[in-house]
């Protein structure tokens, strides 16, 4: 076992107690759990990265190849790279529901499973069912044109009273409606820690 292995075992060993695969806030509190839990999945994938001393083309081998990285929410190995990726679903996820939280307090909480393979029809649901949001992270907007894409999505069900799509991108700081990106009805809200 070399170095960069044995540091990946070691901080193996202090992973926090899985989150369940569905996630539920109720509160700010609850949001801080959770974001907690992605905390620390960087916090062991950092102290990983430190440690590695083999070369610049075995690091971008073993962050696209290995499970020296942790999934946010459950801790279990991943490759660094999808680490990046789930990180910020669920950061935007978490952000997007603690708005919501402020936005409609009295839905019940809400349910949150972003990203691909979600178990949800949407990546945030209220308990209720008259709240939903798609989530995602991107250098810009129209990357890919996944907001075009979620818009679409939420265009097809104009049966639910609020549909909002929440994004993070570096030229939107900050908490806030984007008005001029909403379509029929649908909120557009970029999010920022």
Known sequence: ????????????????????????????????????????????????????????????????????????????????????NQTWSLVVAIAAARQLLTLHPLVGGFHLAPGAHASLPFDIVSDDGSVVAETFAA????????LRKDLEKLLTRPDIPHRYVFFMAPKYPGTRRCEKLERDGVQVWCVDL
Request: cysteine-free.
């Open 139 to 146: 250098v810009t907007p129209a990357n890919n044109g996944k």
């Open 1 to 84: 076992m070399n170095a960069d292995d044995a540091a990946v075992t070691e901080t193996s060993a202090e992973v926090p107690e899985p989150i369940v695969s569905s996630m539920w806030v109720n509160s700010i509190e609850d949001t801080n759990r959770l974001l907690a839990y992605v905390e620390d999945a960087a916090a062991r994938a950092h102290d990983w990265l430190r440690t590695h001393r083999k070369g610049s083309l075995d690091l971008f081998r073993r962050l696209k190849f290995d499970s020296v990285g942790f999934h946010p929410a459950t801790g279990a190995p991943l490759n660094l790279i999808e680490q990046t």
